[in-house]
């Protein structure tokens, strides 16, 4: 009996011994939003919406801010201020805020956009009927980083960054051509209807997408980006991916455009 007992036993071992052990994989998405914060190795990205109101105007601003609380507190953090394309949210193009973040800038993404506002003319004089958008834009980034200053005084606002999408770049480019003192460097991610100030002043980049063209006399030539040293770059993105849907390839093309182009220019 304990010799059958003893048998049954050894087979049963070298059965399990060689059934294949699985190794249970867990999927990571690095791009999914997270309220409060999410870590990666050497990086702990610390996120947080807020809803800033402008008393003179009776206007809400939803804001959200990224930067890396791993890094020492003594470094005075560039400030980039980032501006979504029409009907874009605060937590909307968290794939550039949280890649800046984590090389060290601080970066605030600014809602311009309400549910309550008028929707964006598509028709008609496209310049003179957008022209009131863009300029209550550039109003919401003064407030929001008057606001910034005030609660983190330690950045570093000497060297703001301001980079824009679509409609937003259209904001970012106005500043460039009416404030040119505001901002040190603009990078337009496919902004399409303000055009470029020819001037060396601020630093001027701009990333174009795959399918989407700028109105006549928006881009400077090729002698007028060489004479101001304007730099542009043209991506297999569509204008509209650039928005946080195209594919990590996209993204990462992005990021390293625009992280190259900062850090040829600090």
Known sequence: MKT????????????LGCTPKVTQKTSFNSDVYL???????DAKILTDTITLHDSTRNR????????????HNTTKKKLVILNPGYGGKNTDYRYIANDLAISGYF???VQHDLAT???LPKTGDIYKLRKPIWDRGVKNIFFVTSKIKNQYPQLDYDNIILIGHSNGGDMAMLIANEYPEFARVIISLDNRRVAFPRSDHPKIFSIRSSD????????PSAD???KYNIKIVKVNTSHNDMGGMGTKTQKWEINHYILKFLGQSS
């Open 60 to 71: 809400l601003i939803p804001i959200a801010t990224y930067y890396n609380q791993n890094q």
């Open 224 to 226: 007028e980006q060489k």
């Open 117 to 119: 506002d008028d929707s």
């Open 35 to 41: 309220t409060g914060h999410y870590t990666i190795p």
């Open 212 to 219: 989407q063209p700028a109105d006549p006399g928006v881009l």
């Open 107 to 109: 970066v605030v993404t």
């Open 4 to 15: 059958k007992i003893l048998f049954f036993l050894l087979v049963v071992s070298m059965i």
